[in-house]
């Protein structure tokens, strides 16, 4: 097998489980098999990137990880990538303890995988890091606790690379130039690659400010025309047009200040740079002249814009990630390696004086309680521990350990309790500063600090906001929502904050899935600083037929509403739908898998021609097959497939007028389709799988049927259980049509 030369951004996309079979369906990514070696890129790396060379086995089955590692997939990708990333930094290259790093001259033996996440053969890598600004990263072998490899004798027997794999790549980097080149040329005008619509009403119509506020609901109208003497807390379910009403509000405000003549000035806040387009494109599609006066931007953006030390900083720091959602998601993997570090090390000098309720995390096997207490550092890393500038260094814990605890921090009952958390931030701080890598927590708590200085409470008069819309509320942290309270304009004043919250959403569970269950910290501090607030409920839904809103209303009550608090529930009971009648959902149930996949082919074939498709996978264990499933359909030059395997893929899949989209349920978030085809539902018996397991599928499943505007088809068969509770009890009720899927 030739060696594979790769990146850091297609491991990347690799590891959120992207089937090899189903790469030619997925515009992130470009594979060129040369002459001399085998070249996987992501279609926006450029010629001068970092490259990964991997040394393949030649009797493994799998094209990117060695046979044996096939089940830990995701893990070894995801520490390649993390391996050359740390190679950048300048300095010594020093790892994590938990990676067992060995060293002999230019070559590093580390660990493929953390020792406690399934590796029963200790698998290392034996890799050597190339001299440069972008070193380059060979892994010459992998060796295994049976196949041991002793660096000083590998040194001498160490692989050649052919001598064409340079012409190779610079082949394979032409191929992922143009297939760039022609999609930016071709998305415009070619009927496939027309958007679609990314707000939740269809705002890429065309229509003006004008029409749409003639087709708005009273909801929806009570909102846009409310008085702004005060904050509002704007509640709704999927598809009831909350992102849509900000949008018209935050209008409306404008043009009535500049028809009185006053000098408005209107930020909306976001927590990704894709959302932030999706209403700044939605603003532009209402064919007003610049609203000059609306500032869209997510909150790390106005951080970078606005903090003294950001504006022009030389320090040669990187930021982790993009804005507020990837640095979050970044942050989460530094913490994660250096906790896996910290248990295998530190963690024997601590252990025998913190609670038993924390010890218990620290030693539990259970992946989601790790994944929990990854969070719950996180969030006391950035909001606690950040937000009060405490710094590893002399008197830095005592400080920290005088700080107030408040409901929503994680419970942590005694001293030598923070005094373990303090240890794994003070490693964690040196993690990052031996990389030159910043947070996005770490840039906002920089301008906290800022926005509390005399020299900002003057700026603000003229830099700061009169309104401030705020949406998808529920994902921003205590420490982000503590900066919105300092973004208004007058100091006299609560500041005037307009916020759209999901109940259906808490902000762990969009980072960790199923693990949020366990977490001990919250959000629960609201609106703290912002003054009175009034609640405004969105009753209607524009996006889905009163049919499929019967479904999802029945999904609704199978499981309790997250614990969020009362003031974000709504009783979707009192939800209706404003769309014309359709179909019936329907459930095909299928003998077996394969006769499962075959139902799925034919309704692909009924309903592509006149539908934009998706298939939403609701358990993310099932991916692979479905990636499969993907790869044969998008084989057939009569159906165009694009895989969603990762939440980066939102913003350059080039959503289509027609064409199917296939990927796990939650990464559909915010997207919506004429019909959308239901897969990788779990068997839920109680038996079978724990509360917080069948409350996340649930919920899971509510979010597919949710991004369905005409039609809903769920396909489940025996092999896994056959018709769940859930689904037996909508057919029973009259939401749902059953039918005989597949004998085979």
């Not at 009952?413 to 030159?436: G, H, N, P, Q, W």
């Not at 902000?507 to 960790?512: D, H, K, L, Y």
Request: hydrophobic share 40%; proline share 4%; glycine share 6%.
């Amino acid at each position: 097998m030739k060696p594979l030369l790769t990146t850091v951004r297609a491991l990347k996309e690799l590891a959120t489980g992207l089937s090899p079979e189903a790469i030619s369906t997925t515009p992130v990514l470009v594979h060129y098999d040369g002459g001399f070696v085998e070249v996987l890129v992501a279609a926006d790396d450029k010629f001068e990137e970092q490259r990964i060379v991997v040394i393949r086995d030649q009797h493994s089955t799998d094209p990117f990880v060695p046979e044996h590692l096939v089940n830990l997939r995701r893990e070894v990708l995801s520490r390649m990538a993390s391996f050359a990333e740390r190679a950048r930094a300048s300095g010594p290259l020093t790892l994590p303890r938990g990676w067992g790093q060995y060293k002999h001259n230019k070559l590093i033996s580390f660990f493929a995988v953390a020792g406690t996440r399934g590796d029963d053969q200790a698998s290392r890598w034996i890799a050597e890091v190339m001299p440069g600004e972008n070193p380059d990263i060979f892994l010459w072998a992998n060796t295994t606790s049976d196949n041991k490899a002793i660096l000083e004798e590998f040194e001498l027997s160490k692989p050649v690379m052919p001598r064409g794999w340079e012409a190779d790549w610079k082949e394979a980097m032409a191929v992922a130039t143009s297939r760039m080149s022609q999609t930016q040329r071709t998305q415009p005008t070619a009927d496939v690659e027309i958007l679609l619509s990314p707000l939740e009403q269809s705002v890429t119509r065309g229509w003006s400010y004008e029409q749409w506020l003639q087709s708005i609901t009273d909801d929806q109208r009570s909102f846009i025309e409310a008085e702004t003497s005060k904050s509002i807390r704007l509640r709704g379910p999927a598809g009831s047009g909350k992102t849509l009403a900000l949008t018209l509000k935050a209008t409306r405000e404008v043009l009535q200040a500049r028809e009185m003549g006053d000098d408005l000035r209107v930020l909306i806040v976001t927590h990704s740079w894709s959302l932030a387009s999706e209403i700044s494109d939605s603003l532009d599609s209402m064919r007003f002249e610049r609203l000059n006066e609306i500032d869209v931007f997510p909150l790390l953006e106005i951080a970078k814009n606005t903090s003294p030390q950001y504006v022009d900083d030389q320090s040669g720091f990187v930021l982790a990630g993009d804005d507020n959602f990837s640095g979050k998601q970044a942050q989460l993997d530094e913490i994660n390696d250096v906790l896996d570090d910290f248990i295998s090390g530190d963690w024997i000098t601590y252990r025998a004086r913190v609670t038993d309720n924390l010890r218990s995390r620290f030693e539990s096997d259970d992946p989601d309680v790790r994944s929990a207490l990854a969070w719950d550092l996180l969030v006391e890393f950035g909001s606690v521990i950040g937000a009060a500038a405490i710094f590893p260094g002399a008197g830095a814990e005592s400080r920290y350990c005088q700080l107030t605890r408040a409901a929503w921090m994680m419970p942590l009952e005694i001293r030598d309790d923070m005094r373990v958390v303090f240890a794994i931030y003070t490693k964690y701080m040196e993690s990052l500063d031996a990389r030159a890598m910043l947070t996005s927590d770490q840039v906002l708590a920089d301008l906290l600090s800022h926005l509390e200085t005399h020299a900002w409470n003057r700026a603000r008069r003229t830099q700061g906001y009169d309104l401030i819309f705020v949406d998808e509320f529920h994902l921003f942290s205590p420490l982000e929502r503590q900066v919105l309270h300092y973004l208004s304009r007058d100091v006299r004043h609560y500041p005037r904050v307009f916020m759209a919250v999901d109940p259906r959403q808490s902000p762990s569970e969009a980072f960790i899935g199923v693990a949020a269950d366990e977490t001990r910290s919250s959000s629960a501090v609201l609106e703290d600083g912002i003054g009175d607030i009034t609640n405004f409920e969105l009753t209607t839904v524009h996006r889905f037929t009163p049919q499929i809103l019967d479904l999802i209303k029945h999904v609704h009550h199978e499981f309790p509403t997250l614990d969020l608090g009362k003031d974000w529930h709504v009783d979707l009971s009192e939800v209706e739908s404003v769309q014309n009648p359709g179909p019936v959902p329907l459930l095909s149930v299928a003998a077996s898998r394969p006769g499962e996949e075959n139902d799925i082919v034919k309704a692909v074939h009924q309903l592509y021609p006149t539908a934009r498709l998706a298939l939403a996978i609701v358990d993310s264990r099932q991916w692979g097959r479905y990636t499969d499933l993907a790869s044969r359909i998008g084989n057939s030059a009569k159906f165009h497939v694009s895989t969603i395997s990762g939440r980066s893929d939102i913003d350059g899949i080039g959503y289509r007028r027609r064409g199917l989209v296939v990927g796990p349920a939650e990464y559909l978030a915010g997207l919506q389709f004429d019909a959308v085809l239901v897969a990788g539902i779990p068997d839920m018996q109680m038996t079978r799988m724990t509360p917080n397991e069948r409350t996340r599928v649930l919920s899971l499943l509510y979010l597919a049927l949710s991004r369905a505007q005409r039609e809903v088809r769920v396909f489940v068969n025996e092999d896994d259980g056959g018709v769940t509770d859930v689904l037996a009890r909508a057919v029973a009720n009259g939401v749902m049509l059953k039918e005989r899927g597949s004998l085979v």
